[in-house]
């Protein structure tokens, strides 16, 4: 199982980037997907995560800005992320089940 995360980049403050999280080699639904970040210097935290049948969980931190989807393709994630701050700089991963993706960098800075 493979997980292909994309979309990071450079945003000023306020504005909106989108992730995308696609898995290959994994037939079966997978239950579970989200999104994780690691600051420098930090913890890695759930993000956000919304089962198979679609009910999101959010951090506290970015309720009301983020929102989590799954795509029409089979085990494909996305966080549309509004409103950034640059306390929301980080490395972002994507999980499905117990499979962790690579990172994609999202930088917050004017």
């Known amino acids: 199982v493979q997980l292909q995360a994309s979309g990071g980049g450079l945003v000023q403050p306020g504005g909106s980037l989108r992730l995308s999280c696609a898995t290959s080699?994994?037939?079966?639904?997978?239950?579970?997907m989200g999104w994780y970040r690691q600051a420098p210097g930090k913890q890695r935290e759930l993000v956000a995560a919304i089962t198979s049948g679609g009910r999101p969980n959010y951090a506290d931190s970015v309720e009301g800005r983020f929102t989590i989807s799954r795509g029409n393709a089979k085990n494909t994630v996305y966080l549309q992320m509004n409103s950034l701050k640059p306390e929301d700089t980080a490395v972002y991963y994507c999980?499905?089940?117990?499979?962790w993706g690579q990172g994609t960098l999202v930088t917050v800075s004017s």
């Open positions: 999980k499905a089940g117990a499979i």
């Open positions: 080699g994994y037939r079966f639904n997978i239950n579970v």
